[in-house]
């Protein structure tokens, strides 16, 4: 199993910068991306970026791309994203996202989510 714990949402000014934080713990040994995900109210789950946890190849949505940043610190198992130029539309609840590769009983990808911390991007 793998635990994620979040941090680092808020509210926050047009134009202006949050960066969230992302801590795993438990059976880390597989991970084998990391991301982050969102959900507006009404809205479906949509990605926001991802990091692959060996080749560290990144994936930003169209929405986000030249504002926000994905990023890791291994020694501390945590991942990060910093929000630049934060709109409203970024307003929505960000959740950390771990993808473990698991072999046995059949080769798969496993899910897990973190709690979720709200961003609200507002005059």
């Known amino acids: 199993q793998v635990q994620l714990v979040e941090s680092g949402g808020g509210l926050v000014q047009p134009g202006g910068s949050l960066r969230l934080s992302c801590a795993a713990s438990?059976?880390?040994?597989?991970?084998?991306?990391m991301g982050w995900y969102r959900q507006a109210p009404g809205k479906q789950r949509e990605l926001v970026a991802t990091s692959t946890s060996t080749a560290g190849k990144t994936n930003y949505a169209d929405s986000v791309k030249g504002r926000f940043t994905i990023s890791r610190d291994n020694a501390k198992n945590t991942v990060y994203l910093q929000m630049n130029s934060l709109k409203p539309e970024d307003t929505a609840v960000y959740y950390c996202?771990?993808?473990?590769?698991?072999?046995?009983?059949?080769?798969?990808?496993?899910?897990?989510w973190g709690q979720g911390t709200q961003v609200t991007v507002s005059s």
């Open positions: 438990g059976s880390i040994s597989s991970i084998v991306a």
């Open positions: 996202n771990s993808q473990k590769l698991v072999v046995t009983p059949k080769i798969q990808r496993i899910d897990y």
